[in-house]
């Protein structure tokens, strides 16, 4: 008999990818940072990612929506970094708008 049985517990052992700590493998989120590890969940989040882009790239499209997006962004960035905007965005207020959503 060559078959070790450490590769039994290797079956139900694995490591987390992130915080390196040994972990069952069929718990779906690592107990210690949190990181999805179930396959089927990790799939499903980052299907809801891609509608969630996709919804906002609609959105986005969408010159009432994209105006008032930009305009909520501008006054959190106003109100929580006063200083950004008159340092490194002297230009006009249109393209001020996109400079923030490229820091964002
Ligand atoms: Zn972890």
């Given at each position: 008999?060559d078959k070790e ?49 996709r919804l906002m ?37 249109r393209q001020e ?8």
């Open positions: 008999m049985p450490k590769q039994r517990i290797s079956l139900t052992l694995t490591k987390c990818p992130r915080c390196d700590k040994a972990i069952s493998s069929d718990v779906q989120f690592c107990p210690s940072c949190g990181m999805v590890l179930d396959q089927k969940t990790a799939v499903g989040l980052e299907e809801e990612r891609i509608e969630a882009d790239d609609l959105l986005m499209k969408d010159e009432e929506v994209k105006t008032l997006f930009f305009q909520k962004l501008q006054e959190f960035y106003n109100s929580s970094q006063p200083h950004i905007q008159s340092k490194q965005l002297p230009s006009p207020k708008t996109t400079a923030i959503f490229h820091v964002f």
